[in-house]
Every structure is written in structure tokens, then in C-alpha cells.
């Protein structure tokens, strides 16, 4: 649809003009009218949020605080009783929280960051830069990256730093062919001959003439890593080579609880129903955001 | 039922065949309904051919498309009625509007290109429709696709069907999009502007092929476009159509003779605008011995040619002869490989690299496709601040002052400082992409087709913007086209630019008046004339080899 029938909002009384209103309240009208299931992502995601950055202050004992009575069934001192250690499971999930999405996040800003600007670095250079880096990433990418990255933790030991550090290039390879394809089509584009025309810095060009017509893929992307990246950090855990103890992770707690189950309890599932309720309350959030972002327009 | 001579039926003419009444149609976007078409009535009788034109968002797409009965995907059909053939299509059900559609009314649309199916032989796609309504056997069909095509003076009609749609041309799929339409014989064929995507030469003979057909098979045709030599060309009767309302029909002749509102006779205008070429008083750019090449392919050969200061020079040309490269050349995006533009007595460097600001200041370019030119995530605000702060180091509120006073330069108000190009039309963007130029108060503004894609209303007020804003502040134009009407308008010289090469340059008068270049000749004679009978006079002055080119434009 091409329709420019607006109502002319100039012969109004006005207030005296300020850039930027009409757009701002747009931005809120558009959050207004957010779905229900994107409404649900940001509820749960803000409840994630909160219970990560205050896990000290809301957890009812400390992360690694040991109690005498291992596998307590669940009551009002141990409200999901504890683990096979004897320590409270309810502290763990809420430390796990920190834990898990601190590391989730931090992994994919990095392998972002490394992904799409090796991407741009490819598009604008072209040549036997871009040759180098496509390659590359052709040789990570063909090789699976669970056992990659086993690899990697076996070779450099298994740190929280070395975990993020590992997962976030093994990610960037995707943030990397994304940024290079769509920033190649961007580039061609005449209004970055228009920037060029009138001198602009190459840092212009790529922060704010290509990106933000490249963002909103790059951001799903970077939505489904997320949930990718912990759940390879679950995986890794569960593996025994992730995240070691007694810092609690959701993964390594279904691993360690995980006999439980073979009595009927069903304290080892809460840890990966978070890890479930967060990855489809970050894919809502994401799909949303990216359908406005894009502009799609729903069929009616 | 009576046949003509190769089979098909004729049939009588006269009666109402498609009768719109009070329809109206609203189309959802950004968030709320707007109103699209606000009540029209349309007659089209019985062998009638009906024009509808308008500028784009007239409502004359979504008119043509609710003649099938249908409303495009966020639109809908809110109130009156479209009777065809004394059926009401407004609330028939869909299996009903499927046995008429492609049966009994058939669509054209606008671009061949996207609308074929590129995995599939045309032939296949033309008899489609016939062979599911089980109107003909394949062997029938394809028998008739084949006579159809000839009409339609395709070359090698019994083959060119077993091609795919990328290895025809593009005026050559319109035709063949048109006999996919006529396969079935309908009573009436809905044309979307089937040749705006066509260049001025091909139009001419699809136009042609088009009306043959039509009139010999008897059918009923709207004929939507926003192009009125076109429509006299085609049409019976014409509606003009305008914010969704009609403003005006009657006949062709009475139409093209005597428009009764200010709008429709504002739609002539374009044609009408002429500046009287001036003399040049002073040269502001020289290019001297030029010649580029995009990698080892050479497009320009030794070019030669002078700007005069606060003047419009127009560089005219088919596709290819090299006109945009100059540009380039010019602008600093090629460098080239001989020769030098030397400005303001010294030679220009060959990069853009080399070129300081207070350099790249004099010079602005304006692009052909706005859309493309301007980046979808800047408002209409940073596009232009920006600008102004780069080049007269303006921040803060003088910086706002200033884009807003340049907005109103543009006759645009400060309403538009927060807009995406995607909330503005066209000629908006257009006048964007101009005003970006303006801010760097710049000496010579190279416009590339800049009114190519825009309607001739839009057009027309562009051509008047740029020339009211050179006689303001003497700018130099240097103005790309293949139209001339638009050379018509606006330029003090004339250059004519064939296989990279320069074939004729002077004044205006001088260069489109007798004797001519072959090739300027060939441009004059194929752009459509406002008058009812011109396509059928040039089309035998055509056949006939003795005589070349009786028409002309000027």
C-alpha cells in the first residue's frame, strides 16, 4: 500500500515546533498496540531480568550455602526442597538466572559485535579481505560446533570467560554471513553514493547510512542466538565441560537433580521449563520487534 | 453468432456492460482505514473502451481491481455496487467470482516482468486459464495462444511461447501478458498502466498491438494510466480520477478539446511548459577530451562539452549512449580515464577522495530514484540537517531553523520533519532528494531523470521548482532525460549522446529543429501526441518505407 492520504496535521493550532515528537509517540503508539504474545515476551523477560540482577536480595539462602538434609522434599523452610548437596533449590534457580542470562548475554553481544563488523569490514572492502574472512568462516562453520567447542574448552580448560569467549566466535560466523550479504545489497544502494558525495567519514557510512537498514535481520539473529547460546551452555553443562560448580546454572542443576525423576519429582524439570519459558518469551518479543522494524503490514 | 475472419466471434456493440455505482473502497495502513475510492460511477458498455487516469494514489488501481470484484490484500469494498453484466460482484461468493475472472474479465498488469511465473514457458502461462475453466482442450488453446500472438505481431508466434519469460523483452511480454488475458475471449480486459514500464520507443508498438486487438475482438477495456497522450491514443471515453472522486468524463475528443475542471487541464501542463533558451553569458564547467571506461569496457569516447553558468543543459539520449557515466564522471564517482572537467579554470581531481568539502559543496547530484537515494531509516529531518551541518556548520536550533526554512524552499512544510521517505510519495521524495542538493548552496546541480519516475502532475511541479529555484539563486543545471517534453521545458541547451559519443549539441532551438540528427529524430517521432488520431498516423507513415518520420513533436 502506497497510500499518502494524511490528514494535514499543520492547519491545527500548533505548539512551536520540536523535532522528534511525532516520532517518539508513534514508537509508544506502536508499544500500545504490541500483540498479546509480544506483551507475554516482555512480561517474562522483564521478570527474568529483575530476578537476575536482584538474585542476592530476593533468594531466600546463599548460591553454594549447604544444608544438612540432601533431596528435601518440598516445604516451607525449602520451598523446592534441595538438591543433592543438601542446598536449596529455589536459591539455585534464582542464582541461575544471573548466571545463565548474564553469560547468555554477554556471549551474544561478542559474537555480534565480532560477527557483524567483520561482516561490514567484508561488504566495504570487498577483494581478497572479503575472500579471507568468507572462507574462514566457511572452515568454523563446517565443522559442528558442540564438538568445536568441546574441543576448544579441552584445549584452553573450561572457565566461565573461556566458555563466553569460545561460544561467541563460534556464533559471530552467523552474525558474520548475515552482515556481509545484507550489508552487500545496502551498499549498492545510491544513498550511500549520496553520503560519499558530500565527504562523509567511512565510520558514517557504516554506523549510520548501512546498519540500521541491516539491523532488524541481524537483530532476530541475534534474538535466536540468544536462545541458542544458552542452550548450548545447558548442553555443555549437562556435558560436565560448561559452567562448574558450585556456580548454579540451570543446565548443570537438571544434570546433577536428574535421578529425581526416576522417584516421580519433578524439581529437575523447573530448571529447563525456565530455560523453555524464556526462549519463547524471546522469540515473541523478537518476532514482534521484527515485524515492526520491517514494516510488514499485516494481511487483512 | 457471427465470426470474423480468423475465427473469433464478433459480438454487437452498445449496452452497459460493467456499471459502477457509489463505490467505495478503504484501505488499512498505519494503523487506521483511509478512504481510497469515495464514490465513483463508471459505464463501460459493450465494446467500449474506457480510460481511467489520474496521478498515482488517485484510487484508480483499486477501481480497476474492484471491477473483478476484488479489493488487494488490506483493502476492502465498503458500500455501492459493480454490476456486470447485471450482476452484482460486491458480495458474490468466491467461487462465482472465480468462474468470471480470467473467463469473463481479465487483468493486465502493470509490470510483465513480475507478474509472469519465471519457471514456466510463457505458452503454458498464457493458456492457463482457458484450460482450467475447461473453456478449451490444451491442443485448441495452444492453437489459439499461437493466433493470438500473431495478432499481437510478436515475431516467430509459433515459437516464442515455448520460451521463458527472461528471454523475451519486456514490451514483448506486455503483448504476450495481453493474450494470456484474451485467451478466453472476455468481455472485458482491465489494463493497469500496461506500458508506464516500457521506454517511449517500444511503447509505441505495444499501444498499437494492444488496440488492434481489442477493437477486432470487440472487447470491452479499462485502460488505467496517468499518461493522457496514451489514453487519447486508446480510449473511447475517459474518467479522470482524482483523491478517489471523479473530476471529469466524457469523450476523448471533447476530453483532449475541451477540459472543463482545473485539474484535468493542469494534467496538459507538462506539455505546455516551455522556456525560451537563453544565450550563455559565462562557461562554469568544461569538460574537455573525456573519455571513461568501467573496467576495460570503454563507455565514453572523447567528450567535449560546456555548462554555461545559471543555465540547464539537457542530456538527451537512449539508454546506454552514456549520459548517466558523464554524470558520474562529472560528480567525481568515476574518475575518468583521459581527459579532464575543469572548473572554475582548474581541472577537477578524478576522485571524490581528493575533493575537498568546500569542492564537493559546488557540486550536488540528484538521483534518478528517489526511494533508492534516500536511506529508508533517516526522517526527512536528519536527511536535510544533516547536509546543512556538513556543509554551513550549523547545530542546534539554527540547525532546525535552517532545515525547516529549507523544507519551506521545497514548498513543503516543517509537518514532514519527522517523516520516513516510506510515508511520503514520489514527488516528495523527489523534492527531498532536491532540497538535500539545495543545502549546500551549491553552483550545478546534475539531476539524473529526476521526473522519470514520477507522475506528469508531479512532474510538472518539479520542472516548475527547479526552474523558479534557478531564477532565485542561478543555479547551473545539468538535467539527464529521454523525454522531450521534459527538454521541452526546462533546458537552454541541448546535448545528444549516442554510444558514448556526443552527436550533436547547441541551443535548444537550434537542436531540435530541422534538420536533425537521425537519432534525436527517432526520439521526437515516438513520443505520443495529444491528439486522438496520432498513434494510427504514425503507424502508417511508419509502414509505408517511403515515408520516415512525418511526425513531429515540435
Known amino acids: 500500500m502506497t497510500m499518502t492520504t494524511k490528514t494535514d496535521t499543520s492547519t491545527v493550532a500548533r505548539k512551536p515546533f520540536k523535532p522528534g515528537r511525532s516520532r517518539r509517540s508513534k514508537a509508544l503508539k506502536a508499544l500500545a498496540r504490541a500483540p498479546l504474545s509480544a506483551w507475554f515476551g516482555m512480561i517474562v523477560v522483564g521478570f527474568y531480568v529483575t530476578i537476575a540482577l536482584f538474585a542476592p536480595q530476593i533468594a531466600p539462602y546463599g548460591e553454594a550455602q549447604v544444608f544438612p538434609e540432601p533431596f528435601a522434599p518440598w516445604s516451607p523452610e525449602f520451598v523446592l526442597g534441595t538438591d543433592q548437596l543438601g542446598r536449596d533449590v529455589l536459591t539455585r534457580l534464582i542464582y541461575g538466572a544471573r548466571n545463565t542470562i548474564g553469560i547468555a548475554v554477554l556471549t551474544t553481544l561478542l559474537s555480534f559485535g565480532i560477527g557483524v563488523s567483520l561482516g561490514l569490514i567484508a561488504t566495504l572492502f570487498k577483494g581478497w579481505i572479503d575472500q579471507a574472512l568468507s572462507r574462514s568462516v566457511d572452515i568454523v562453520l563446517s565443522i559442528p560446533g558442540l564438538i568445536f567447542s568441546l574441543m576448544l574448552l579441552a584445549i584452553f580448560g573450561s572457565n566461565v570467560w573461556s566458555l563466553i569467549v569460545i561460544i561467541a566466535v563460534l556464533d559471530s560466523t552467523n552474525f558474520y554471513r548475515l552482515a556481509r550479504t545484507s550489508g552487500l545489497s545496502v551498499a549498492s544502494m545510491e544513498f550511500i553514493e549520496a553520503a560519499r558525495l558530500r565527504g562523509e567519514r567511512f565510520s558514517w557510512i557504516v554506523f549510520r547510512e548501512i546498519l540500521p537498514n541491516i539491523l532488524p535481520p541481524l537483530i532476530a539473529e541475534a534474538g535466536l542466538r540468544f536462545c541458542f547460546v544458552f542452550l548450548t551452555i545447558s548442553a555443555l553443562s549437562f556435558l560436565g565441560v560448561g559452567i562448574q560448580p558450585p556456580t548454579a546454572d540451570w543446565g548443570s542443576m537438571v544434570r546433577e537433580n536428574a535421578t529425581l525423576i526416576t522417584y516421580g519429582d519433578i524439581t529437575p524439570l523447573l530448571p529447563a521449563a525456565a530455560i523453555g519459558l524464556l526462549t519463547v518469551s524471546v522469540n515473541f518479543v523478537v518476532d514482534w520487534f521484527l515485524h515492526k522494524l520491517s514494516g510488514l503490514k499485516n494481511e487483512h | ?554
Open chain 2, 1 to 554: 453468432m457471427s465470426t470474423d475472419k480468423s475465427g473469433f466471434e464478433t459480438r454487437p456493440k452498445g449496452g452497459n456492460l460493467l456499471e459502477i455505482r457509489d463505490l467505495r473502497i478503504y484501505g488499512f495502513s498505519n494503523d487506521v482505514w483511509h478512504k481510497i475510492v469515495k464514490g465513483v460511477d463508471l459505464t463501460v458498455k459493450r465494446g467500449e473502451i474506457v480510460g481511467l487516469i489520474g496521478e498515482s494514489g488517485a484510487g484508480k488501481s483499486s477501481l480497476g481491481l474492484a471491477a473483478m470484484g476484488y479489493a488487494k490484500p488490506g483493502c476492502k469494498i465498503v458500500g455501492g455496487q459493480i454490476l456486470f453484466d447485471g450482476e452484482d460482484l460486491v458480495g458474490c461468493s468466491e467461487k462465482r467470482l472465480r468462474e468470471l475472472r480470467g473467463n469473463r474479465i481479465a487483468y493486465v498488469a502493470q509490470s510483465a516482468a513480475a507478474a509472469f511465473n519465471p519457471a514456466k514457458r510463457l505458452i503454458a502461462q498464457t493458456i492457463e486459464a482457458a484450460v482450467r475453466k475447461g473453456v478449451r482442450s490444451r491442443a485448441e488453446a495452444e492453437a489459439d495462444a499461437v493466433e493470438l500472438y500473431r495478432q499481437l505481431q510478436l515475431p516467430n508466434p509459433e515459437t516464442i511461447g515455448y520460451r521463458y519469460p527472461h528471454q523475451v523483452s519486456g514490451g514483448q511480454l506486455q503483448r504476450i501478458m495481453t493474450a494470456m488475458a484474451m485467451i478466453c475471449k472476455p468481455d472485458l480486459i482491465i489494463f493497469d498502466e500496461p506500458t508506464t514500464a516500457l521506454d517511449v520507443t517500444t511503447q509505441v508498438d505495444v499501444l498499437a498491438s494492444i488496440r488492434t486487438l481489442v477493437e477486432r475482438h470487440n472487447t470491452a477495456a479499462l485502460y488505467i494510466t496517468h499518461d493522457l497522450a496514451v489514453v487519447a491514443q486508446m480510449a473511447d471515453r475517459i474518467n479522470v480520477l482524482r483523491h478517489g472522486r471523479t473530476v471529469e468524463e466524457s469523450t476523448t475528443e471533447a476530453m483532449i478539446g475541451d477540459p472543463k475542471e482545473d485539474y484535468t487541464k493542469s494534467l496538459w501542463a507538462v506539455r505546455n511548459l516551455y522556456k525560451e533558451p537563453e544565450e550563455r553569458d559565462d562557461v562554469l564547467l568544461r569538460v574537455k577530451n573525456l573519455s571513461a571506461s568501467y573496467g576495460t569496457h570503454k563507455v565514453l569516447h572523447d567528450i567535449n562539452a560546456e555548462f554555461p553558468k545559471g543555465r540547464t543543459v539537457c542530456l538527451v539520449g537512449e539508454s546506454g549512449s552514456g549520459k548517466s557515466t558523464l554524470a558520474r564522471s562529472i560528480a567525481g564517482l568515476l574518475p575518468p580515464t583521459e581527459g579532464s572537467v575543469v572548473y572554475g579554470g582548474k581541472a577537477l581531481p578524478g576522485t571524490l577522495e581528493h575533493r575537498d568539502r568546500s569542492l564537493l559543496k559546488k557540486i550536488q547530484f540528484v538521483h534518478q530514484i528517489p526511494d533508492t537515494a534516500l536511506n529508508p531509516r533517516h526522517t526527512v529531518g536528519e536527511v536535510l540537517s544533516r547536509s546543512l551541518k556538513l556543509f554551513k556548520n550549523l547545530s542546534g536550533a539554527a540547525l532546525v531553523d535552517e532545515t525547516v526554512k529549507l523544507l519551506g524552499r521545497i514548498e513543503l512544510d516543517e509537518s514532514f520533519y519527522d517523516r520516513l521517505p516510506s510515508e511520503l510519495s514520489g514527488g516528495q521524495k523527489q523534492r527531498i532528494c532536491i532540497a538535500r542538493a539545495l543545502a549546500a548552496d551549491p553552483e550545478l546541480i546534475i539531476c539524473d531523470e529526476v521526473t522519470s519516475a514520477l507522475d506528469q502532475v508531479v512532474q510538472e511541479g518539479i520542472l516548475k521548482l527547479l526552474g523558479d529555484l534557478q531564477r532565485q539563486y542561478g543555479v547551473t543545471y545539468m538535467f539527464i532525460t529521454h523525454d522531450i517534453n521534459t527538454v521541452r521545458a526546462i533546458a537552454d541547451e541541448v546535448i545528444v549522446m549516442k554510444a558514448g559519443k556526443v552527436v550533436d549539441k547547441g541551443l535548444k532551438t537550434e537542436v531540435l529543429s530541422p534538420p536533425y540528427h537521425p537519432y534525436t529524430e527517432l526520439l521526437l517521432s515516438s513520443v505520443p501526441e495529444m491528439e486522438t488520431g496520432w498513434l494510427s498516423g504514425l503507424l502508417k507513415s511508419r509502414q509505408s518505407p517511403n515515408v520516415q518520420g512525418g511526425q513531429q513533436a515540435f
